[in-house]
């Protein structure tokens, strides 16, 4: 019998099962796909944004109005610093995101593979976990190949939906609502978001560095600047990918959102009203089309005209009206883009929603409804921004898991 069986060698299981065989455990890590950490090679785009120097709470979203900072306080930034660059990782801060200083990935992977097989702990690979059953002080453990393992503690850490390729599926979720967890309903966040204005069509493949907005319900939530990509689809690019948890939720919830673009965020209304009229005094015998090369990405140009409602691109600067000129500068300003949700679990980053906090001992990870199980991970109801706080989370609370299942006295 084992000690502690991890179920789910991704980045939260991988830690927990490293520090418990640390602290003298005997660690049996049950992983369904056919290696550990497929995740972490392709995250960050292969280069695995592996933490961030600035974990605040505010980087973080829960259905809970607990606090939830005991494990990224407890286990924080420097911990997870200091415990990679002892296993050979170098950290490689850029703004107050890191990375593996040789900037890949499979580095992170590589040091904690090895570390795992230095400590011996017994890795099954291709073995999914179907069921958890008490037995008086132990628990037994059912995969789908028909072996059981039998152990005193059992860490839990199946992750989030996102990214089914990555051996996510919602099997976690049926494993701890069996185990009297409540599940906040998911929904996938950091992705894509869908719009069918045939806007986004027209400007396919162009990238526009800008203010987006996210507004649920005619209500402002959420402001991010940076580069928005056009799809056929939608919208993406990393302010969306923060703003995609509001366009999901408010799907999940039936309510109607939509992204505002300021195009031009640098100046006010008032200032593109003027900046048009200089243009006009200045070239008022080009086309509308024509008045804003050189100032605007030519891509973006006809759906702002056609989107201020002027029907001919053909017609000469100078004979706008007042009226034009106003919506045109409204348009850059407020372009509005519906939402119809996301791409989905399939493209996302991140799962939002999960078991329920106030359910976890947060100082331990260590469940309130079942003795001797710890959770952790992306399964929490807890999901962060883009910039290594999703990381972060599943190594701190991988890491107090670890620390204190393996401590014989403690449930
Ligand atoms: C494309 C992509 C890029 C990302 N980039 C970043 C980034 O740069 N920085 C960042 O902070 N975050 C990033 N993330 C998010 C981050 O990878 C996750 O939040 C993190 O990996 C969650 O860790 P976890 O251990 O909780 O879950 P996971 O890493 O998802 O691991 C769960 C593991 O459990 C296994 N499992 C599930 N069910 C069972 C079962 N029943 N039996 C046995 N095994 C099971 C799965 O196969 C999986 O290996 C990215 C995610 C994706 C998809």
């Known amino acids: 019998m084992a000690d502690i069986v991890v179920i789910g060698g991704g980045a939260s299981g991988i830690i ?11 660690v049996i890590l049950l992983e369904r796909l056919n290696r550990v950490g497929k995740k972490i090679l392709v995250t960050g785009n292969g280069r695995c944004n592996l933490t961030n120097t600035h974990i605040e709470d505010k980087y973080y979203h829960t259905s809970s109005k607990d606090d939830f900072s005991y494990p990224l306080k407890h286990i924080n930034y420097e911990t997870i610093k200091d415990f990679f660059e002892e296993l050979g990782v170098l950290p490689l801060v850029e703004g107050d995101k890191v990375y593996p200083f040789s900037e890949q990935a499979s580095s ?16 099954k690979t291709e073995t999914k976990v179907v069921q958890i059953i008490q037995k008086k002080d132990t628990w037994q453990i059912l995969c789908e190949n028909s072996i059981t393992y039998d152990a005193s503690k059992v860490i839990i850490a199946t992750g989030g939906m996102a990214n089914v390729s990555f051996g996510c599926d919602a099997t976690g979720y049926q494993l ?12 996938p966040t950091l992705v894509h978001i869908v719009s069918s204005s045939h806007y986004c069509k027209m400007m396919k493949g162009t990238k526009i560095t800008c203010d987006a907005s996210a507004y649920v319900e005619g209500q402002f939530i959420r402001k991010e600047y940076g580069e928005v990509l056009f799809t056929e689809d939608g919208l993406s690019g990393p302010p969306i990918f923060q703003l995609s948890r509001v366009a999901s939720k408010a799907k999940l919830e039936g309510k109607k959102a939509c992204i505002i673009l300021d195009l031009l965020p640098s100046m006010s209304y008032d200032e593109v009203v003027s900046k048009i009229y200089s243009r006009i005094a200045l070239w008022g015998t080009r086309t509308i089309e024509e008045l804003f090369i050189g100032w605007l990405h030519k891509r973006i140009t006809i759906p702002i005209i056609k989107y201020a409602g ?40 991140a799962t939002a929603g999960g078991v329920k906090l106030s359910e976890i001992d ?12 710890y959770i952790t991970g992306e399964v929490l109801d807890i999901d962060g921004d883009c910039g290594g ?9 991988g890491y107090l898991a670890g620390l204190h299942a393996s401590k014989r006295n403690e449930e």
């Not at 701890?176 to 929904?187: A, C, Q, S, V």
């Not at 029907?311 to 004979?319: G, W």
């Not at 706080?389 to 609370?397: D, E, F, G, H, R």
């Open 16 to 26: 927990a099962s490293i520090i418990a065989a640390r602290e003298g455990a005997h």
């Open 108 to 123: 992170v992977l590589d040091v904690l593979r090895m570390e795992l097989d230095r400590l011996n702990v017994d890795i």
């Open 176 to 187: 701890l609502r069996k185990l009297g967890h409540t599940i906040i309903p998911t929904f």
């Open 310 to 349: 002027i029907a001919s691109l053909h017609m000469r600067c100078e004979d706008l009206e007042y009226d034009a000129i106003e919506k045109l500068a409204e348009t850059i300003k407020k372009f509005v883009f519906e939402t119809d949700g996301t791409r989905g679990y399939k493209y996302a980053q």
């Open 362 to 373: 947060l100082t331990t990870m260590a469940s309130k409804k079942a003795k001797g199980i």
């Open 389 to 397: 706080y999703n990381l972060q989370w599943a190594w701190s609370t």
